[in-house]
């Protein structure tokens, strides 16, 4: 069958042109005529873009240039007006003697699809914005728990974490949580919630409500979006009624031990004289005084949490402080064969403080790290060493102990709030130190590495602050910890 290549170019549907070497239009199919006019005489950039001079970025005049084919993305105007979006492709037309005498320009309308593509920009454009906006911590995740993608309140509080794994960013772990929401969502392919933890880069805990919800992609599932809503403000509140009942829970239970140690100690004292056994008495004697300390030290732990104390200031010695403490816990350091040491700088000085409240801050930081090393299993024979120094503006006490030391998840929690790695105790004495330096204007910073040890440093300014510079409580900043 002989083909009409005549028809062909008359019907072709798109803007069918030949140009030659000046860019001027010598041919046209219908469909050209139809939506741009006559075109004899006239240049290719005046029929589609009512140019005076050529495009800058111009298919045909690459095609001349150096014989291949090319194409663009271009805008270009009909005889009513209308803006037309094209994708133009340009070949040469040689003569018999191998010279390009004209180019084929081939202009397709692309317009629908260019109107559905902002359709789809625009689209995505809102959902990102709702999506970034969710008053929520929002996180994409893949099957390993990679973090693909995440909203701009997850990247305000844990940082671009991107690559990273979900109980990275959120609690400083480097294995997975048990139970997880997200891998229980990639099992099943359903939704579930969940109530956690997290710390924020800033090391701000939150208490967060999880929950998950799977992402197919044609019918299989690829991810899990994870959003966490911050509760902490309700939990707080829920906090405040239930703490009295967890402190009176845990404080008659350590009561009772320490009342248990105080009846053994004059058990022992009373057949001490019933024998005439002096170092009988002795022995009964000193575990009634250890008792005693220790019921005073819990009370006084209480009052500090059941109410705000204001500090009872006075002009200090920062050594006499340390001493004092030093003194009153070395028989307990004995009894854990731990070496307690004190070094005082030349600079330690005076301040202002509350003398009470400052022995209590520094006796509860150096129980925890005796306690840290009678529960550490890396080695025997243990030290503890109290440092003071200063300087013209500060004064500073460090507690260094070799003991178990703290992993990351455990610092964060370290001065909250009747948490203890103990096993007895309130879970008080942390969070009252915290208390006590933040109501003196200062801070404690924790540093700390498992097997390794831990040290406590408490910064204090030398002067009284102002009422508004020393907050009441310890919750309303965070607690700069360093692994």
């Known amino acids: 069958m002989k083909l009409d290549y005549e028809t062909i ?3 072709m549907p798109c803007f069918l042109s ?7 239009i010598v041919r046209a199919n219908a469909r050209f005529r139809k939506h741009f006019g006559e075109f004899e005489g006239r240049y290719c950039y005046q029929v589609y873009k009512q140019r005076s001079e050529r495009c800058e970025v111009c298919p045909v005049a690459r095609t ?10 271009e805008e270009i105007t009909t005889l009513s007006g209308e803006t037309l979006s094209v994708l133009v492709r340009s070949k ?8 390009i005498i004209a180019a084929m320009e081939m202009s397709t309308d692309i317009t629908h699809i260019k109107n559905l593509q902002k359709l789809l920009r625009a689209s995505q454009k809102r959902y990102h914005t709702l999506f970034d906006e969710v008053p929520c911590y929002i996180s994409i995740q893949d099957q390993d ?3 693909i993608e995440a909203n701009k309140a997850f990247i305000e509080d844990f940082g671009r974490a991107l690559g990273s794994r979900c109980y990275e960013a959120y609690k400083h772990r480097n294995t997975p949580c048990e139970p997880c929401p997200v891998q229980q969502t990639l099992a099943d392919g359903i939704s579930h919630t969940r109530e956690e933890v997290v710390t924020s880069r800033h090391g701000n805990r939150k208490n967060v409500l ?4 799977p992402i197919r992609e044609n019918g299989e599932l690829t991810a899990v979006m994870e959003m966490s809503a911050d509760i902490t403000p309700i939990r707080d509140l829920e906090d405040r009624l239930t703490q009295l009942g967890l402190l009176i829970g845990s404080v008659s239970h350590s009561l009772k031990g320490l009342l248990n140690g105080l009846s053994g100690g004059m058990y022992l004292v009373n057949s001490g004289f019933k024998k005439d056994d ?11 005084q250890r008792n005693a300390e220790r019921i005073k030290s819990m009370v006084s732990d209480i009052l500090y949490y059941a109410k705000d104390r204001v500090p009872s200031w006075e002009a200090v010695s920062a050594e006499e402080i340390a001493s004092d403490v030093v003194a009153m816990m070395e028989s307990r350091a004995g009894e854990l064969a731990a070496q307690l040491s004190l070094k005082v700088g030349a600079d330690a000085g005076e301040f202002d403080g509350d003398p009470q409240a400052l022995r209590a801050l520094l006796a509860n930081l150096v129980e925890n790290s005796l306690d840290a090393c009678r529960l550490s299993e890396f080695q025997e024979g243990h030290r503890v060493m109290v440092r003071v120094s200063g300087d013209a503006e500060t004064v500073r006490y460090e507690v260094e102990d070799d003991g178990m030391g703290m992993d990351q998840e455990t610092q964060e929690k370290a001065f909250s709030l009747f948490f203890s ?4 105790g309130t879970g008080l004495g942390l969070f009252i130190s915290h208390k006590i330096a933040r109501a003196h204007g200062g801070d404690i910073d924790l540093h700390s590495r498992v097997g390794e040890g831990t040290k406590f440093i408490v910064t204090l300014p030398r002067i009284r602050p102002n009422e508004s510079e020393s907050p009441d409580s310890p919750m309303t900043k965070g607690i700069s910890i360093d692994a």
Not at 421 to 424: A, D, F, I, L, R
């Open 210 to 213: 999880v929950t998950t919800a």
């Open 145 to 147: 728990l990679n973090i």
């Open 278 to 288: 002096k170092s009988r008495i002795k022995r009964g004697w000193a575990t009634v």
């Open 92 to 99: 040469p037309i040689y003569n018999e003697g191998g010279e």
């Open 18 to 24: 030949v140009q030659d070497r000046e860019f001027k």
């Open 64 to 73: 001349f240039r150096d014989g291949e084919k090319h194409e663009s993305e």
């Open 421 to 424: 790695t103990k096993g007895t």
């Open 9 to 11: 170019f008359e019907e």
